[in-house]
């Protein structure tokens, strides 16, 4: 079964400082991986996704992400933090369940702090 | 324009009672989710239609019930409320079945 790792439960940025968010992910065939974000009290937002192609995705508000086949990994990074950042990050591994159709198996979750 | 939206917002009610949850979203997708969000967080996925067709039912309870009465609607209905079903309900949508695209702001329900 499929499942997905971060590491990294907390992480404290200051603001204007790089960011990068760890996702491990177990599926035995090629994933399609996504990163979602969540502000307190609200839903989940897409920031980006891989499904295939160029190993390195660009999302929404500046972020990006590298699909690396060899280490299981699907890290997000962003040069340059902003306050508004402060959120918690969920990593999701796309699995195949049955026919074409497709079922997300989200991380646990990491949660961004910035400082100013 | 709201893309994916839930209602209500909040739900609290007692335990043994029925409640259901509505979603729409009006992005002309073909493929809708329920997603529960527990107190730490953890996201799982419930439900997913197809074109109005179940193509997911994971481990859920059966007083759970799903239903689409068409591509854009996508309705919960919860049997018997139990305070385990005390959580964050979250509907979303998708063009193709490929797991979950868009998300609605979630229904915090509370069982006293």
């Known amino acids: 079964a499929q499942s997905v790792t971060q590491p990294d439960i907390h992480i404290t940025v200051s603001e204007g400082a790089s960011l990068e968010l760890r996702c491990n992910y177990s599926?035995?065939?090629?994933?399609?991986l996504f990163w979602y974000v969540q502000s307190p009290g609200q839903g989940l937002q897409l920031l980006l996704k891989?499904?295939?192609?160029?190993?390195l995705v660009q999302g929404i508000k500046g972020f990006e992400a590298e699909f690396k086949r060899s280490q299981s990994s699907f890290n997000l990074r962003k040069p340059s933090v902003h306050w508004s950042d402060a959120a918690e990050y969920f990593c999701?591994?796309?699995?195949?369940?049955?026919?074409?159709?497709?079922?997300?198996?989200f991380g646990k979750g990491t949660l961004l702090t910035v400082n100013p | 324009d709201t893309a994916v939206s839930q209602t209500p917002k909040y739900l609290v009610t007692q335990m043994g009672n029925d409640k259901s949850i509505k979603c729409e979203q009006n992005?002309?997708?073909?493929?809708m989710y329920w997603y529960k969000q527990d107190s730490k967080k953890f996201l799982k996925i419930m439900f997913s239609?197809?074109?109005?067709?179940?193509?997911i039912n994971e481990t859920v309870p059966n007083r759970f019930s799903p239903k689409s009465p068409d591509k854009a609607h996508l309705n919960l209905h919860i049997n018997s409320l139990e305070l385990g079903d005390s959580a964050v309900y979250f509907c979303?949508?998708?063009?193709?079945?490929f797991g979950a695209g868009y998300f609605g702001p979630g229904t915090r329900l509370t069982v006293t």
């Open positions: 979303a949508s998708s063009q193709g079945s």
């Open positions: 599926y035995g065939a090629t994933p399609y």
């Open positions: 891989y499904f295939s192609g160029d190993t």
């Open positions: 999701a591994v796309g699995a195949r369940s049955g026919g074409s159709n497709y079922k997300l198996t």
């Open positions: 992005l002309g997708h073909d493929t």
């Open positions: 239609y197809n074109n109005k067709e179940l193509i």
